[in-house]
């Protein structure tokens, strides 16, 4: 089975900064992709950033130029540095792993970390 703990989120003001975690564990012998979704309150849970094992990243419009994320590929581990934070960023972020293979020959999994909450006070 394969696991995904989060860790970082809290309360900060609008403008301030934090830094997301998500270590992938368990029996892992690759992850295609590995990202952030948030949801907030009375809304679908939506793509915030997603890096690939080789580098590739999207973003979300609305977080692009504040968000960063970067993954450590030998630790299976993917952070989501949040710079200038907004009210509007306010949501539980959720960790996923996706093409997740726990064998050469095994198939494609996708997984969901339990969420954290991240609160930004105006």
């Known amino acids: 089975q394969v696991r995904l703990v989060e860790s970082g989120g809290g309360l900060v003001q609008a403008g301030g900064s934090l830094t997301l975690s998500c270590a992938a564990s368990?029996?892992?012998?690759?992850?295609?992709?590995m990202g952030w979704y948030r949801q907030a309150p009375g809304k679908q849970r939506e793509l915030v950033a997603a890096?690939?094992?080789?580098?590739?990243?999207n973003y979300a419009d609305s977080v692009k130029g504040r968000f960063t994320i970067s993954r450590d590929n030998a630790k299976n581990t993917v952070y989501l540095q949040m710079n200038s934070l907004k009210p509007e960023d306010t949501a539980v972020y959720y960790c996923?792993?996706?093409?997740?293979?726990?064998?050469?020959?095994?198939?494609?999994?996708?997984?969901w970390g339990q969420g954290t909450q991240v609160t930004v006070s105006s």
């Open positions: 996923n792993a996706d093409g997740v293979k726990q064998t050469y020959w095994g198939v494609w999994n996708n997984y």
């Open positions: 368990g029996s892992i012998f690759s992850i295609n992709a």
């Open positions: 890096i690939t094992s080789g580098g590739s990243i």
